[in-house]
């Protein structure tokens, strides 16, 4: 047997799905809004799915569609839970019932839906190589300001050093446990949690098609990938 398929399946993804997107505009809970006729979240987790390195998928539902969502998700193989008021909470959530043995923990956002199953293996790869957190990103492209509270610039940031972080997030198991056991704030990004315990984020190439589907223009963009 291969090392490679020694290693199949030692990875556990946590995906938060219990936010409301109020950005997307009125409907439901954001994951389960529908792209190409299907819900965001039905997108996310076939792709993860089919990353080799998968083998522990736990989704946080809202509190009061567990039972949809465990039968949207019938056809693969996911344990739900009920999620949070907030993203951290959710995830929190989701990470206490993932089963012993599985040392690489993933957290991937539904909202991108459309990131590759090789964005996993590269996030998972890592991690397995020995950093403890990991963060897919791409470069800035737009210039950027620093302003003040009334709106006036007081400089330009050298965009060369600045990265747009995506996800799927990667940690080891004990970083992510640790990140969120000490946390006193709320935070929306992981990553930002273990860099807060002195954990260093290393980084690895993130895409295009990763992005995180968050208004209505989104949406579209979406819609266009999708068709190819």
Known sequence: ?????????????????????????????????LLGGEPLLVHAVRRLRAAPCVGCVVVAAPVDGVEGVQGLLAAYDV?????????????A??????????????????ARALASAELFERVAGAVR???????????????IKQVDADGAVLGTVDRSVLRAVQT??????????????????????????????GVRV???????????????LDLAIAELLLNG
Not at 95 to 104: N, T
């Open 168 to 197: 799927p997030q990667g940690f080891r198991r004990d970083v992510l446990e640790a990140a969120h056991a000490t946390a006193v704030d709320e935070h929306t990004d992981d990553a930002g949690m273990a860099e807060k315990i």
């Open 129 to 143: 190589a020995g950093h403890s957190a990991v963060v897919p990103v791409l470069p800035v492209v737009d210039t």
């Open 1 to 33: 047997m291969t090392a490679h398929r020694e290693l199949r399946g030692d990875v556990a993804v946590l995906v938060p799905a219990a936010g409301l997107g109020l950005r997307l505009g009125p409907g439901g809970p954001k994951a389960l809004r």
């Open 79 to 91: 344990t739900v839970v009920a999620g949070g008021a907030t993203r951290q909470a959710s995830v």
């Open 93 to 110: 959530a989701a990470l206490a019932v993932v089963p012993e043995g599985f040392e690489i923990v993933l957290v991937h956002d539904a």
């Open 202 to 216: 290393y980084t690895v190439d993130g895409e295009e098609a990763a992005l995180k589907i968050t208004r209505p």
